[in-house]
């Protein structure tokens, strides 16, 4: 079938449409973030108030029970909503930026590595939107739509690939398969480390704080406790790690009815396993009495040290069967 270059432009328009979007909507995570410490500060303020006004209803003698102040209500950050719902139509333009450019070339758009960082960005915000309906985790949103609108920006600019057919090896249902469980992956490791960065710098602060040594103001007094972030950065790594384990395997499969071989020492495949081979030492880091918090946390940024390695040189640099998938 021949590409609709048609559908291919309007694919590109609709993702220059969701840049700026998450342009702005960073901008407005931003502006949330710097008044992070004045929300803090006044909800500490608020919390030393009553408490000094239960003391002084105590210290009085009173014999009535006294009254329990309510809890405060939460204040309003706008530029978080603002930051949300931009963040909510950037998305719908990337997911139809998405969905044109597969149309145009009839098969799933992610064969090449303009492609993959597209569509991958784009799962990246929408576990990001998905997990906003359990959880507040708009402190986040400056952290994910950053990198995100980085990825696009690299995307555009230096791996961007005319729409075209792919060659006969991936003409195959490996191709939604396999790879779509990668993006999954890939985002949620994503996620998790943004939340390890933040961990390791809570931790830090809470460590000085304890120490009696002076810590200024900053956003990340409005952020969660560390020992918070450290808990929900485990959470989808050990939710990331089986869909990773999916990845090796079906890629594998994939391998032996395209090559002939499950392995073929392709570099790829190396750098696929040894993302694998570092995150299971973090998981099981986790487990071992002494190597958690800090020492574990390290570790987990060598893994997505090691993600980022195998996304930006081993596809563009390294020569192998996967060199399809670099920019051409």
């Known amino acids: ?4 270059e048609t559908l291919a432009n309007q694919a590109n328009l609709l993702l220059y449409g969701a840049m700026a979007a998450y342009a702005c909507a960073f901008i407005a995570y931003t502006m949330d ?12 303020d608020a919390a030393r108030a009553d408490q000094r006004e239960l003391a002084t209803v105590s210290a009085g003698g009173s014999s009535s029970v006294p009254e329990v ?3 405060p209500v939460p204040e309003r950050r706008q530029a978080a909503a603002i930051g949300t719902s931009l963040t909510i139509l950037a998305l719908l333009l990337h997911i139809a930026a998405v ?5 145009a070339v009839h098969r799933p758009p992610w064969s090449n590595m303009f492609e993959f960082s597209v569509a991958g960005a784009a799962v990246v915000t929408l576990v990001y939107v998905l997990a906003l309906r ?8 400056a952290f994910v739509v950053g990198p995100v609108l980085l ?17 006969p090896s991936l003409k195959s249902y490996w191709l939604a398969i396999h790879v779509s469980v990668a993006f999954i992956a890939s985002a949620l490791l994503t996620l998790a480390f943004s939340l390890t960065v933040l961990y390791l710098a ?6 000085r704080r304890a120490a009696g040594e002076p810590v200024g103001r900053s956003f990340m007094d409005a952020l969660p406790k560390a020992r918070e972030l450290d808990l929900s950065s485990y959470r989808l790594h050990a939710i990331a790690f089986p869909l990773w384990t999916f990845t090796l395997v079906a890629g594998a499969i994939w391998a032996e009815n395209a090559w002939g071989a499950y392995w073929s020492w392709d570099p790829k495949e190396v750098w696929t396993f040894v993302i ?9 880091a986790r487990a071992t009495r002494g190597w958690q918090g800090r020492k574990a946390a390290r570790i987990a940024i060598v893994g997505f040290g090691c993600l980022l390695f195998n996304f930006l040189v081993v596809n563009i640099f390294f020569v192998g069967f996967h060199s399809y998938a670099g920019v051409s």
């Open 1 to 4: 079938m021949s590409v609709n």
């Open 33 to 44: 973030l710097a008044g992070g410490a004045a929300r803090a500060e006044r909800i500490r």
């Open 69 to 71: 102040p309510a809890a």
């Open 99 to 103: 969905a044109f450019r597969g149309v």
């Open 134 to 141: 359990w959880r507040d985790l708009r402190y986040l949103g």
């Open 151 to 167: 990825t696009l920006g690299l995307a555009v600019v230096v791996l961007y690939t005319k729409a075209a057919q792919v060659v």
């Open 202 to 207: 809570q931790d830090r602060r809470e460590s």
């Open 276 to 284: 694998w081979v570092v995150y299971a030492g973090y998981l099981h």
